[in-house]
């Protein structure tokens, strides 16, 4: 399975642009988010990881996009950063195929 980055139009720009596939460009706003977080806290890794209690290299992959994180993941994050990471859920500009 292809990583969330392999899927973005322009990896090199991750997280930021836009990617075609739902699922990967959920975890781009997710990764975006966190790494929001993580900067305005000036948090280091560790730090993160010991807050979440999400190991480090986790968090590196979400961040880099080389991982598909689980919700328990994106829930601890977000609980011990303290903000919503979750994507926004009103994306009406694309549709599904089936």
């Not at 190991?55 to 609980?79: C, E, H, K, M, Y």
Request: charged share 20%.
């Amino acid at each position: 399975m292809r990583s969330p980055r392999e899927l973005a139009g322009n990896p090199e720009s991750w997280p930021g642009g836009t990617v075609a596939e739902p699922g990967a460009e959920a975890v781009r706003q997710i990764s975006a988010r966190l790494a929001d977080a993580i900067a305005e806290r000036e948090w280091s890794l560790r730090q993160a990881a010991a807050a979440s209690g999400v190991n480090r290299q986790a968090i590196a992959n979400l961040l880099a996009g080389a991982s598909w994180p689980d919700v328990a993941t994106v829930a601890r994050l977000g609980a011990a950063l303290g903000v919503g990471l979750w994507p926004d859920g009103n994306r009406t500009d694309r549709t599904l195929e089936h």
